[in-house]
C-alpha cells in the first residue's frame, strides 16, 4: 500500500486561498487513482474531488466545482488539491486517499480507496 501524509491546511478568511499537498510514499503512486475526501465535525465524510493516474480523468463534487483544482505531480509523488473563494462550509479535516487502481469505476466512493492519510484540518473563518 502507499503511504500519504497531507500538508498545507490551516486558518483562512472567506474568500481565502489554500493549496493542499498530499506526499506518497512507494513506486505505485503513478499508476494509482487519487482521491480527496472531507469531513466536517459531527457530518460524514464527503467526497470532494478525484484524478486518475494520468490526470486525464478529474471529477469534482458539486459544492466545489469552480473552486477547487486537484492535480498531481507523478515525477514528485505529490497530489495536490488548490482551493480558492474558501466559504466557512469548506471547513473540516481533509483527507487524500490512493487507488488500487489506475482509473477507479467509482471514484467518489470511499470503497475505491485502499490507502489512506490522517488528514489536515482546514478551518474558514467567516
Known amino acids: 500500500q502507499v503511504q500519504l501524509v497531507e500538508s498545507g491546511g490551516g486558518l483562512v478568511q472567506a474568500g481565502g486561498s489554500l493549496r493542499l499537498s498530499c506526499a506518497a510514499s512507494?513506486?505505485?503512486?503513478?499508476?494509482?487513482?487519487m482521491g480527496w475526501f472531507r469531513q466536517a465535525r459531527g457530518k460524514e465524510q464527503e467526497f470532494v474531488a478525484s484524478?486518475?493516474?494520468?490526470?486525464?480523468?478529474?471529477y469534482y463534487a458539486d459544492s466545489v466545482k469552480g473552486r477547487f483544482t486537484i492535480s498531481r505531480d507523478n515525477a514528485k509523488n505529490t497530489m495536490y488539491l488548490q482551493m480558492n473563494s474558501l466559504e466557512p462550509k469548506d471547513t473540516g479535516v481533509y483527507f487524500c486517499?490512493?487507488?488500487?487502481?489506475?482509473?477507479?469505476?467509482?471514484?467518489?466512493?470511499?470503497?475505491?480507496?485502499?490507502?489512506w492519510g490522517q488528514g489536515t484540518q482546514v478551518t474558514v473563518s467567516s
Open positions: 484524478i486518475n493516474w494520468t490526470g486525464g480523468s478529474i
Open positions: 486517499a490512493s487507488s488500487p487502481w489506475p482509473t477507479p469505476e467509482h471514484p467518489g466512493f470511499p470503497y475505491a480507496y485502499n490507502s
Open positions: 512507494g513506486r505505485t503512486f503513478s499508476s494509482n487513482g
